[in-house]
C-alpha cells in the first residue's frame, strides 16, 4: 500500500481541484464531438497533460492509421477541425491530427525501474439531440450541447475529465516512485472503432497492468464501485448497402429491382436468426434508409446493424449468420448488395488479482465506498482490445465501473449522471496508480 501522507496528498489535492475536474465535464459536455472528430477534446487534453508535466504523444503517434474502423468522409473531418479551431482548440496539437487521428497519450516516466501502469478514458460522444427543458441539469445549469444533434450522452465527457484529474493529482506529488504512467485518451469508441488502432501503434506494449473503466451502465448508486465485470459482450458493427434499379412505378414496375424490399426483408430475417447454445446473442438493426420517391421502384437501400455474443465464438456465429442472410435476401430480390465491417469489439475477462488490488486501495482509503467484486457490463467495449493484448504479454487488465444515479438509460436524449461520481474515480484511480509506484511489492 502506498504510505498514509501519500494517500492523504492525493485526498487534500482532489479537494482542491474537484471545481476543476467539474468544470472540464461541463466544458466537454457543452461541446460534443462524435467518433474521429474530437478535435477539441484531444488539444484540450494534450494542453492540460502538457501543462501538469506529462510526454505527450498525439495522431499517428498512438494510432496506426489503417486499422481505424469507421472512420467519417474527409469532409465531415475538415468540419469537425474547422469549427474545434474556432472554439479554441489548440492548432498545435491539431496539425498532428492528420486525418482525424484524435487520440492522445501522457506518459510519465519516473525514470526508475518499476511496472508501467495504464489508464484509459474515451472521449467521444453520439449522434444524439439532447434534452432543452429545464428538468434536464444540463440545459437548466447552462451545460448543454452546443452542437446540434451530438451529445454525451454515454459519460465520456466525465471520463475525460477523470483522466485530466488523475494527471493533475498524480503530477502534484512531491515524490515520484518507480515506474510510469500511460494516461491513455481514445476516439471513437461508439461504435468499437478506436481501440484497436491505439493497440497496433503499440500504445500498450509495455503495460504490465491496464485499468479502465465506466460511469453509470449496471453500476448504482453513487459510491458504489464494481473492481470487475463479467459478460462483455463481442460486437461487430456492419454497414449493408443494397443496389437495385430504379423503374416508373406504374408504367414498367417489372424493369426495377427493388432495394427497399430486399433491405425489409433483411431486416426481419435478420431477426430469426436461430439462438446459440454458446450463450447470449444479439442483434439490432438500428438503420434503414431507402428508396428515391413515392412513384419510383427504390433503386438504392443501406441498413446499419450491429451484432453482439458473449463470446467471441457466438458474435462470430452471428456475423456469419448477417452475411449469409444479407447475401441469400439480396440474390432472392435480383439486387446487389455489399457488406463492410465498420467496429468490432471482443470479449475479455478482468484480472482477479488487479480486481483485488483495486479493492485493496478502494478499502484503503477510508472513504464509504461500497465495494463489489464484479457486476455484469452486459454491452460492448473496445477497450477490451487494450485487456487482450496487455493480457498476451503476460499483464493484468480489469474494467471498473463506478455507480451513479442515472436520470435516463445511457444513449438516451435525457442522460445525466451525478458529478460526485467523477471524483470518486478520479480518487479511486489515482490512489491506485500511487499504490502501484509506490509500492514496494513487485508485480
Ligand atoms: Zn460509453
Redesign the pocket.
Known amino acids: 500500500m502506498a504510505e498514509r501522507h501519500i494517500q492523504e496528498n492525493i485526498q487534500k489535492r482532489l479537494g482542491q481541484i474537484a471545481p476543476a475536474i467539474v468544470a472540464w465535464r461541463r466544458d466537454f459536455h457543452r461541446h460534443p464531438e462524435v467518433g474521429w472528430t474530437e478535435f477539441r477534446t484531444a488539444s484540450l487534453v494534450a494542453d492540460v497533460l502538457e501543462e501538469v508535466g506529462f510526454q505527450v504523444l498525439v495522431g499517428q503517434e498512438v494510432m496506426n492509421l489503417t486499422s481505424r474502423m469507421g472512420v467519417p468522409s474527409e469532409v465531415v473531418i475538415a468540419k469537425a477541425r474547422e469549427k474545434a479551431l474556432k472554439n479554441g482548440a489548440n492548432l498545435k496539437w491539431l496539425d498532428r491530427m492528420v486525418d482525424g487521428c484524435t487520440g492522445v497519450v501522457g506518459v510519465w516516466d519516473t525514470g526508475k525501474p518499476g511496472p508501467t501502469i495504464a489508464l484509459r478514458f474515451?472521449m467521444d460522444a453520439l449522434p444524439v439531440h439532447e434534452e432543452a427543458t429545464n428538468q434536464h441539469v444540463p440545459a437548466r445549469l447552462g451545460f448543454r450541447s452546443e452542437i446540434e444533434g451530438q451529445m454525451h450522452a454515454?459519460?465520456?465527457d466525465g471520463h475525460t475529465a477523470i483522466g485530466l484529474g488523475v494527471a493533475s493529482i498524480l503530477s502534484s506529488l512531491k515524490e515520484t516512485g518507480c515506474g510510469r504512467i500511460k494516461l491513455i485518451f481514445q476516439p471513437a469508441?461508439e461504435g468499437a472503432r478506436g481501440a484497436k488502432a491505439m493497440v497496433e501503434a503499440g500504445v500498450v506494449s509495455d503495460v504490465d497492468l491496464f485499468v479502465c473503466g465506466?460511469i453509470g451502465l449496471t453500476a448504482k448508486p453513487t459510491g458504489l464501485i464494481a473492481t470487475g465485470v463479467t459478460r462483455f459482450f463481442a460486437s461487430t458493427k456492419i454497414d449493408v448497402t443494397i443496389k437495385g434499379v430504379p423503374a416508373h412505378a406504374a408504367l414498367a414496375p417489372e424493369k426495377g429491382k427493388n432495394a427497399l424490399l430486399a433491405a425489409a426483408a433483411i431486416t426481419l430475417q435478420l431477426q430469426g436468426i436461430s439462438r446459440h447454445s454458446g450463450g447470449d446473442t444479439r442483434i439490432n438493426v438500428g438503420m434503414l434508409e431507402a428508396g428515391e420517391g413515392r412513384n419510383i421502384i427504390p433503386s438504392h437501400a443501406k441498413l446499419t446493424l450491429e451484432t453482439r455474443g458473449v463470446t467471441n465464438e457466438v458474435n462470430d456465429y452471428m456475423t456469419e449468420e448477417v452475411k449469409r442472410i444479407v447475401k441469400a435476401v439480396a440474390m432472392m430480390y435480383n439486387v446487389e448488395e455489399h457488406i463492410e465491417i465498420v467496429g468490432r469489439s471482443i470479449a475479455a475477462p478482468c484480472d482477479e488479482l488487479l480486481m483485488n488490488r483495486v479493492k485493496e486501495v478502494a478499502i484503503s482509503t477510508g472513504r464509504e465506498w461500497q465495494v463489489v467484486d464484479t457486476l455484469p457490463f452486459d454491452a460492448s467495449e473496445d477497450a477490451t482490445y487494450f485487456m487482450e493484448a496487455v493480457q498476451k504479454r503476460g499483464g493484468l487488465a480489469t474494467y471498473t465501473l463506478f455507480g451513479t444515479e442515472l436520470s435516463a438509460t445511457?444513449h438516451h436524449h435525457a442522460f445525466d449522471y451525478s458529478e460526485e461520481t467523477l471524483l470518486i474515480a478520479v480518487e479511486l484511480l489515482s490512489q491506485l496508480v500511487a499504490d502501484v509506484l509506490f509500492s514496494e511489492v513487485k508485480v
Open positions: 474515451d454515454c459519460g465520456h469508441e465506466h445511457h
